[in-house]
DNA sequence: CATATGTTATACTATGGATATAACAATGGA
DNA sequence: TCCATTGTTATATCCATAGTATAACATATG
């Protein structure tokens, strides 16, 4: 399992969850179609309650990556408004971003760093 | 007064706060060495309370923003860690780019995205 | 001396995260 | 058909955090 979970940080179980299958989707770890464990496997695998695990799933359904289905499980299924999408990126840019610049962060440095992320993804 | 507190947001009220100031600077609506309202001041005049416009400053402090001084009051003072700085930059790049790979977003308008929002800063 | 500053302490309410049981309808395999 | 497993929903409890409300203190300014 890829998942790993810091009972010791302060994020949020079911975000770290959600963040841990994301990745997981952008390293093609999981790819569409895959399935996810039950909530109830995956809860007992990492040793955590049903719940959150139920929570992860439903906030990643929300988001649009995964369609839970009663006869296959937790099935990875992108389905994405584009537009809705880079606008949220934007937001969230944004408030990163001016921290950034705050720390005499340069537009090239961010750019490298979005360089060598990408290259783990995709 | 440039701060601007959505009550119906979910998020909190000193995030909000922390993450306006900050923007605060990377406009040069507010420079280093300029003085921001006393606690008191700041929370009359935005309609909250004193002890959460206090948490924002502390964590402006502790982030290296913000010095507090009995006389001059709240003093912007930038003093950052640049490679701890780009550390944490690039975790919180990592989850955000994930979500963003998995959207679609190619690397080429994440560049883009990166310089609209950079020509409003510095 | 009076006022305003940052700072600290305590107490209360409300909300959200995480857990624990429990139950339900629906599906698939034996 | 029977049984186990699935997602789903409903309560209830515990704890940490957010926000508010008072209060008090040392210090600095006028």
Redesign the pocket.
């Known amino acids: 399992m890829f998942i790993e979970i810091d009972f010791n940080s302060?994020?949020?179980?079911?975000?770290?969850l959600r963040n841990q299958i994301i990745m997981g989707i952008a390293t093609s770890t999981i790819r569409e179609g895959d399935t996810?464990?039950?909530?109830?496997?995956l809860?007992e695998n990492i040793?955590?309650?049903?719940?959150?695990v139920?929570?992860a799933?439903?906030v990643l359904?929300q988001e649009g990556f995964l369609q839970?289905?009663?006869?296959?499980?937790?099935v990875i299924a992108i389905d994405v408004n584009k537009l809705q999408a880079v606008e949220e990126m934007r937001e969230q840019l944004r408030v990163l971003l001016a921290k950034a610049s705050c720390q005499n962060i340069s537009r090239e440095e961010v750019h490298q760093l979005v360089d060598e992320i990408y290259e783990e993804y995709m």
Chains 1, 2 share one sequence.
Do not use: C, F, W
């Open positions: 302060s994020e949020a179980l079911y975000i770290q996810l464990p039950s909530v109830r496997q809860a040793g955590i309650n049903m719940h959150t139920n929570k799933y439903s359904k839970l289905d009663r006869r296959k499980g937790a």
